[in-house]
């Protein structure tokens, strides 16, 4: 599937510099891990065609700094948050946002 369309001139990563829409490369690995950690809890799972492609992007992934969104963050002085965002199971809850702003879900 193709996605086009402007985004918008608040978009920074996520559009191209013509300000269509860059679909992020992080988010779906971030949808594999996902999808992997299901398949982890429950083996009968069934993913859809989408996850399963998440999935695969989680198992073959590469380096966040070597993706455009990555690129332009470190460029921007966001190396430490670029590689944190690669980080798998490494916190103890799950943010949700409530008016307006994250909390730690209960």
Request: proline share 6%; with cysteine.
């Amino acid at each position: 599937m193709l996605l086009t369309g402007d985004v918008g001139p608040k978009s920074h990563c996520c559009a191209w510099p013509d300000h269509s829409l860059r679909v992020a490369y992080e988010d779906l690995v971030g949808a594999g891990a996902i999808a992997s950690r299901l398949q982890t809890l429950d083996a009968n799972v069934q993913l859809s065609p989408e996850a399963t492609a998440a999935l695969a992007a989680f198992d073959v992934r590469r380096p966040f700094d070597e993706t455009p969104s990555g690129i332009e963050l470190v460029e921007r002085g966001f190396a430490d948050d670029v590689a944190l965002a690669e980080d798998v199971d490494v916190d103890q809850v799950v943010p949700i946002l409530l008016d307006g702003r994250y909390v730690a879900a209960q």
